[in-house]
């Protein structure tokens, strides 16, 4: 379990995160994993909508989404 708490001017958040997994760490060094994780993430999304403006598309319905993505998946 993990328990995030952020400080953003006047506003105070909390949020608790479960994970589970099957490595044999210690909590420090799961907790640095973790945030690894975290980081990586955090700096592909302000490439992703600094770069593309991803939080700015609109495109929400029908096959769109997916098409604008590059979303192969569905492909056979």
């Keep these: 379990?993990?328990?995030?708490?952020?400080?953003l001017w006047?506003?105070?958040t909390r949020e608790v995160h479960f994970y589970?997994?099957?490595?044999?760490?210690?909590a420090e060094r799961l907790g640095q994993v973790i945030r690894k994780h975290?980081?990586?993430?955090?700096q592909a999304h302000w490439t992703l909508d600094?770069?593309?403006?991803?939080?700015?598309?609109?495109?929400?319905s029908?096959?769109?989404?997916?098409?604008?993505?590059?979303?192969?998946t569905h492909c056979t």
């Design 10 to 12: 006047n506003k105070i």
């Design 62 to 72: 029908g096959h769109s989404p997916r098409n604008i993505a590059g979303d192969t």
């Design 1 to 7: 379990m993990v328990i995030r708490v952020r400080h």
């Design 50 to 60: 600094c770069t593309f403006g991803e939080d700015a598309c609109r495109i929400r």
């Design 38 to 42: 975290w980081s990586i993430e955090n």
């Design 20 to 26: 589970l997994t099957s490595l044999e760490h210690d």
